[in-house]
């Protein structure tokens, strides 16, 4: 898999949003537009760069923590885009650039944009059709074009370049300064920008209407239900040497594995459980059968993929999921984001933490004799409601 890095454009002050703090700090159902952007892309790629308002670097480092690399942004939106740029890392190979503007772009269209990457795209962005008729107009005001819709697109962001290209669209950028988007610099360029479908929920808060319109899409309405689930395992270390660790869907090389049905993945088998607790359908014994042959061996990011898939069909969709881990090893803290990655992927972009605890010495993970997990889900089944989404750029 090539390796990817996504640039997040933050260093706007949001006049037109009216806020007295800069646009991506400005907060959104409790959060600031900068961790939904960063929390949305941060699981599906190697490296985050953040471009932030030069006196809020270290603000921003402090709300998304030390895995991104936040530098000052500049005048412009390319001129922050071409700061952040320097700041990738050599081995990057495609690079994500996304607007900390369109908080709630989900992290299901960033993979999307990758894939068609990964399939030989050299510059991807995610766009919706126009729903009005577009006029182009002289500066009297007076119309001076009527193109066909059909044929019009409003672009979004995260958009995805091979590294290569993005480069040598940003060496020229100073050409076209007041670019909006990366991909109008790659079309000066005569290169080939893939247009694939974008999301309503993508849209870029510029006023204090689109926020309003961006809470509404987040927020609870009176008839959502909101359903809390738990779930605990436990598994005791194998006998055999050669058994391999399996924890929080990574491999743990120099450590021994549990004995177990399937691959003895204690947090993901956690996390299934308290899914299920949730939606109150069962528990990961009635929902996988410990008998049943198609699950002996099984991955437990395998297992969380059909846990989830099953929650979804049921009508709920996943907010959080949080699981602590319960052992004297392996040490957590080195892995920790790699981990929360992992589990992140293999339930299709939730948002999930990990956490990890010693017992004092005590019971079968204390003795050091095995691995225990506890984990906590949070799902809604939203009343249905209409989402009304303009577009602007
Ligand atoms: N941006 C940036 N550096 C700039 C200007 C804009 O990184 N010098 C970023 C913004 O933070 C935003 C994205 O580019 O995430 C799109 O810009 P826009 O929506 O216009 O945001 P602002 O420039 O902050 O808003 P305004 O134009 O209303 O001031
Ligand atoms: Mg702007």
């Known amino acids: 898999m090539a390796r990817t890095a996504a640039i997040i454009a933050a260093a706007g002050s949001g006049e037109r949003l009216g806020s007295k703090t800069p646009k991506a700090l400005v907060q959104l159902a409790g959060r600031t537009l900068i961790e939904h952007a960063f929390s949305s892309l941060s699981p599906l790629v190697d490296e985050v760069v953040i471009a932030a308002p030069a006196q809020y670097v270290e603000r921003v480092r402090s709300l998304v923590g030390e895995s991104a690399k936040v530098v000052a942004g500049g005048a412009t939106r390319s001129a922050s885009i071409a700061v952040a740029l320097e700041a990738v890392s050599p081995d990057i190979e495609f690079i994500l650039v996304h607007d900390a503007a369109r908080a709630l772009a989900s992290t299901s269209l960033a993979e999307r944009v990758i894939k068609a990457l990964a399939e030989g795209e050299v510059a991807v962005i995610p766009a919706l059709p126009v729903v009005d008729t577009v006029k182009s107009i002289n500066s009297e005001g007076y119309v001076t074009l009527t193109p066909d819709r059909t044929y ?14 993005l480069n040598r669209a940003h060496q020229d950028s100073a050409r076209n300064p007041d670019a909006t988007d990366d991909a109008a610099l790659v079309e000066s360029l005569g290169e080939k920008v893939k247009v694939i479908e974008g999301e309503a929920k993508a849209l870029k808060i510029t006023t204090s209407e689109d926020l309003e319109r961006a809470t509404a899409i987040l927020g609870l ?9 738990v779930g605990v395992d ?20 120099g450590e021994v594995g549990v004995d177990g049905h399937s691959d003895g993945d204690v947090a993901a088998h956690a996390i299934c459980d308290a899914l299920f607790s949730a939606a109150g359908i069962g528990d990961l014994g009635s929902n996988f059968g410990v008998d049943d042959p198609r699950y002996a061996g099984a991955s437990g990011a395998a297992l969380l993929r059909e846990a989830s898939n099953r929650v979804k069909n049921s009508g709920f969709e996943i907010l959080n999921v ?43 993970t204390g003795e050091g004799r095995g691995i225990g997990a506890t984990a906590s889900a949070l799902i809604i ?3 249905t409601r209409d989402v009304n989404v303009g577009s602007n750029t």
Request: charged fraction near 20%; include cysteine; glycine fraction near 8%.
């Open 152 to 165: 019009l697109r409003a672009v979004q962001t995260p958009q995805g370049f091979t590294r290569q290209l």
């Open 221 to 229: 309405s009176r008839s959502d239900e909101v359903r809390s689930g």
């Open 234 to 253: 436990a598994h005791a270390f194998s006998t055999d040497p050669n058994r391999k660790l399996h924890l929080a869907c990574l491999e743990w090389a």
């Open 322 to 364: 949080s699981v602590q881990i319960v052992g004297n090893r392996p040490k957590l803290s080195p892995r920790r984001r790699e981990a929360i990655s992992a589990l992140s992927i293999a339930l299709g972009g939730v948002e999930v933490s990990v956490s990890a605890t010693t017992t004092d010495g005590l019971g079968l």
């Open 381 to 383: 089944k939203r009343a």
